[in-house]
């Protein structure tokens, strides 16, 4: 079974407190582990307090998805919101195998061994990435000098347009590791280069020849784009000065 846990931010029409529905003991106790580091983050970071928060606590059978996040930058479409897949240690071991790159990045980051990682600290990395992208938001688009005149569509748009940017120059132009993950495990590398010549030339060149291959300098491409290093850097320098309460709230809620 998975399950949402939503929280919407004040004056929100839906809700203004978190929602809960969860039956089980242990659901509980998940819920309280989100609310409390969700509490930890908006006690240091108050001008995040308005950000929209959907966590999916995984099914911990669930051999299909991982463990993952995503952010929605605010425009008149969409709030400024952030999404949560969490699970345990099999999402984390399916993680570890779909994107390596990431998961040692993460490891590396926060100064522990890729072996010690756990799906308790992998979640909380997953989590703050997603609060980083929002600080980032917050603090370098919505709240700058430059922005004072600007529409929230058109912050958004700025944003976007710098992030497309970026992506246009990994290996795989415009494309996410996991939009890559995705397209490649539905057909093999040669059929998704015969439409993409350039791209094909580039990878051999840089001896790319298995699907892994392909999505690991993908992967490793994507995390030095400025905006996901800024969101891994806010999530490790966190979860370093936090450890022994992050430990001791994710120790509550097994
Ligand atoms: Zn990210």
């Known amino acids: 079974m998975s399950r949402e846990y ?17 039956e089980t003991e242990e659901e509980h106790s998940h819920e309280k582990w989100i609310e409390n580091l969700r509490e930890r983050v908006i ?14 606590f995984l099914d911990p059978k669930n051999h299909e998805q991982d463990i993952r996040g995503s952010h929605m930058v605010p425009d008149s479409e969409e709030t400024h919101g952030i999404n949560i897949d969490m699970g345990g240690e099999l999402q984390l071991k399916l993680a570890k195998a779909k994107r390596p790159v990431s998961v040692e990045i993460a490891a590396k980051l926060i100064g522990i061994a890729p072996e010690h990682l756990t799906s308790e600290v992998f979640n909380t990395f997953v989590f703050l990435h997603e609060y980083g992208h929002a600080h980032d938001f917050v603090t ?10 600007l529409s929230t569509n058109q912050i958004a748009d700025i944003w976007r347009n710098e ?6 120059k990994l290996p795989i ?5 996991s939009e890559l ?29 298995t699907a892994q291959e392909v999505i690991n300098a ?4 994507y995390r030095s784009m400025p905006a996901e290093k800024y969101a ?4 490790a320098s966190f979860i370093k000065k936090h450890l022994p309460e992050i430990v001791e709230d994710t120790e509550k809620s097994r």
């Open 140 to 149: 370098h688009y919505q709240n700058a000098e430059e922005s004072k005149s």
């Open 232 to 235: 891994d850097e806010f999530a």
């Open 43 to 56: 006690a240091i970071y108050p001008e995040l307090e308005d950000i929209d928060l959907s966590v999916l």
């Open 181 to 209: 993950i995705e397209t490649l495990s539905k057909q093999s590398l040669l059929e998704f280069l015969k439409t993409r010549p350039v791209t094909s030339a580039r990878l051999k060149t840089a001896n790319l020849k």
């Open 163 to 168: 992030y497309t940017q970026y992506r246009s």
């Open 218 to 221: 993908q992967d490793a491409a």
């Open 173 to 177: 132009p415009n494309m996410g590791t």
């Open 6 to 22: 939503l929280f919407h931010p004040p004056g929100a029409e839906t809700s203004a407190k978190p929602k809960f529905d969860a």
